[in-house]
C-alpha cells in the first residue's frame, strides 16, 4: 500500500460501501476477485501439468501482486528491464529473472549493486561480449552472478541466432569465474496474439524446434539446463505441454486485456482468465446526439494495439476512440442512444502492460467497495 501522500484524492473513499462508483476519474481499477481468482487459475493449471512458474513483473509492476504471485506458488518473478528488477528485488522478492541482456558499464555496475543483495537474482546473457563483461564485474564484486543463456526462437529481438552458438555461449557461461550457468530462456513474443488457436500452435511448436535442439545438445554435453524459461499467456496451454520448458514466463493472465480477449483459446469459448483490470472514466460532454466524451484519453491508454472496449456503463454496441489527450469518444450504435453528463463507464485495458505503466496506482475493489490503493511501483523504470 502506498503512503498517505501518494493515495490521492480517492484515498478517504477507501473502505465505504459503493466507493467504487465515486471514484475521481480516470482511475485504473484494479477487481480483487478477479485478480486473485486468475491467479489461482494459473496455479492450478501449473501444478496439473507439472511446471513451474515465474510471473512476469513487466504486465503488473506491483509488489504487492508479485507477492500475491509468489504466495500461490511461483519459484520466482521475472523483470523485463534492470529498473524493475531493482523494484522487485530491492523489496526483497526473491527469484527475480531479468528477461533483457543489460549493456553499459553504468547498468552493469547497478545490476552488481542489485546482486549483492538480491536472494537468487538472474541475469539474461546472449553474447560472448555481454558475457565477459558480466564475468569480470562480477569478479570484481566477489558475488558470483546466475545467468542464463537466450535463445532466439524467432522474435528476433533478443537471443543467440542458432543453436551451435547458444550452446558455445553456455559453455563460455560454465567456463566463467564468477558466473553460474542456470539455464536457457527462450520468448515467442511473436506468437502470443495470432488469433487463431490451430496457426498459434503449430507455429508455437515448430519456433520452439531450436530451443529443444539447444537443451538436446547441452544434454549431450553433460549441460543439462536446471532452468528452462518461457511461454507467455498466448501459449502457455500450449508450451505446457511440449516437455520443452520448465517453467513459465507468464504475464498478462493476472490483468487480460482487449488484445488477449480477441485470441482464440483452445476449442474455442472463454478464456481460462477474466478481465480484471478497467480504467473508470466519467461523462465530461453530452452535446451531441451521435457520441458522447470521457476524461480518458491518450495519457490514460496503451495505444500500440486495439481501442478500449467497455465492460460497463456504455449502452451496448458503442464503439472509442481517442479524442485527445485527455478525452474519449463514445460512439453510439443506435440513434435513440445516450450517455448524459456525469455518467460512469469502466474500460477494459486494449493492451494491459503499457496501460498500465501510464498510471501511479491501482484503485483495488472488491465488488463495489473501494477496499485499498496500490502504487505501480516499477511504473517508468527501464
Known amino acids: 500500500m502506498a503512503n498517505a501522500k501518494e493515495l490521492g484524492h480517492n484515498e478517504p473513499l477507501i473502505g465505504q460501501a459503493g466507493s467504487r462508483a465515486r471514484l475521481m476519474t480516470p482511475a485504473l481499477v484494479l477487481d480483487l476477485d478477479a485478480l486473485e481468482r486468475n491467479i489461482a487459475r494459473m496455479k492450478g493449471f501449473a501444478e496439473a501439468h507439472n511446471i513451474f512458474l515465474r510471473p512476469h513483473c513487466k504486465t503488473h509492476k506491483s509488489i504487492a501482486i508479485a507477492r500475491l504471485q509468489l504466495e500461490a506458488g511461483a519459484i520466482g518473478i521475472c523483470a523485463a528491464t534492470l529498473g524493475e528488477a531493482e523494484v522487485m528485488g530491492g523489496a526483497g522478492i526473491p527469484g527475480v529473472l531479468v528477461t533483457s541482456p543489460v ?50 526462437i524467432g522474435l528476433h529481438r533478443t537471443g543467440v541466432p542458432n543453436p551451435s552458438d547458444a550452446v558455445a555461449l553456455v559453455e563460455a557461461a560454465v567456463a566463467a569465474e564468477n558466473l553460474n550457468y542456470s539455464g536457457v530462456q527462450a520468448y515467442a513474443g511473436h506468437i502470443m496474439h495470432i488469433e487463431n488457436y490451430k496457426e498459434r500452435r503449430e507455429t508455437n511448436i515448430a519456433h520452439t524446434k531450436p530451443l529443444r535442439e539447444v537443451c538436446a545438445a547441452l544434454t549431450e554435453k553433460n549441460l543439462t539446463p536446471a532452468i528452462v524459461s518461457g511461454a507467455g499467456t498466448g501459449t502457455y496451454d500450449i508450451d ?95 440513434a435513440n442512444e445516450r450517455l448524459s453528463l456525469g455518467d460512469a463507464v469502466e474500460c477494459i485495458v486494449p493492451h494491459c502492460d503499457p496501460t498500465i505503466n501510464l498510471h501511479d496506482v491501482y484503485h483495488c475493489v472488491r465488488g463495489n467497495t473501494l477496499v485499498d490503493i496500490w502504487p505501480v511501483d516499477a511504473r517508468g523504470q527501464h
Open 103 to 152: 549493456i553499459a558499464d553504468i547498468k552493469i555496475d547497478a545490476l552488481m549493486a542489485l546482486n549483492s543483495q538480491a536472494d537468487g537474482l538472474i541475469q539474461t546473457v546472449d553474447s560472448m561480449l555481454n558475457l565477459r563483461a558480466l564475468d569480470a564485474a562480477a569478479g570484481q564484486t566477489k558475488a558470483p552472478l546466475n545467468v542464463v543463456i537466450d535463445v532466439d
Open 240 to 334: 505446457a505441454t511440449l516437455g520443452v520448458m520448465s517453467e513459465m514466463q507468464v504475464g498478462s493472465y493476472a490483468m487480460m486485456d482487449v488484445e488477449y480477449r480477441d485470441v482464440q483459446p483452445e476449442g474455442g469459448g472463454d478464456w481460462l482468465f477474466e478481465p480484471a483490470l478497467f480504467v473508470r472514466a466519467t461523462v465530461v460532454s453530452a452535446n451531441h446526439d451521435s457520441h458522447a466524451t470521457i476524461d480518458a484519453g491518450l495519457k490514460c491508454f496503451a495505444t500500440d494495439g486495439p481501442f478500449p472496449d467497455f465492460a460497463i456503463g456504455a449502452p451496448v454496441g458503442s464503439s472509442y476512440s481517442f479524442f485527445g489527450d485527455e478525452h474519449g469518444r463514445i460512439a453510439f450504435a443506435e
